[in-house]
């Protein structure tokens, strides 16, 4: 199940959506393409995921959590290619 909220003609926020109702995805997409912070979430609502796009591609840093919220890996993409790891 998907949600799209429009800003404009070329851009909208768009969040997907467990079966059982919780936020899955949330991210921004101007113009079909993915920017600025994406957050992926856990079934249980908890953050598993945020990284930061630009024109479509993982851009900077992207944090990894585990189920219960806590940081588990960082790593930094530079044109989607990832480049290192924490």
Same mark, same amino acid.
Do not use: H, P, W
């Given at each position: 199940?998907? $949600?799209?909220? @429009? &800003? !404009?003609?070329?851009?909208?926020? @768009?969040?997907? #959506?467990?079966? !059982?109702?919780?936020l899955r *995805?949330?991210?921004?997409e101007n =113009?079909?393409?993915? *920017?600025? =912070?994406?957050? #992926? #979430?856990?079934?249980?609502?908890? $953050? +598993?995921? &945020?990284?930061?796009?630009? /024109?479509?591609?993982? *851009?900077?840093?992207?944090? @990894?959590?585990?189920?219960? +919220?806590? $940081?588990?890996? &960082?790593?930094?993409?530079? /044109?989607?290619?990832?480049?290192?790891? !924490?």
């Amino acid at each position: 199940m998907s $949600l799209f909220t @429009i &800003i !404009n003609k070329m851009a909208q926020v @768009i969040r997907t #959506y467990f079966d !059982n109702g919780q936020l899955r *995805e949330e991210y921004f997409e101007n =113009d079909g393409q993915r *920017e600025g =912070d994406v957050k #992926y #979430y856990y079934e249980n609502g908890q $953050l +598993g995921k &945020i990284c930061n796009y630009d /024109n479509g591609k993982r *851009e900077g840093e992207c944090k @990894i959590y585990d189920e219960n +919220g806590q $940081l588990d890996e &960082i790593f930094y993409y530079v /044109n989607d290619i990832i480049q290192n790891k !924490n």
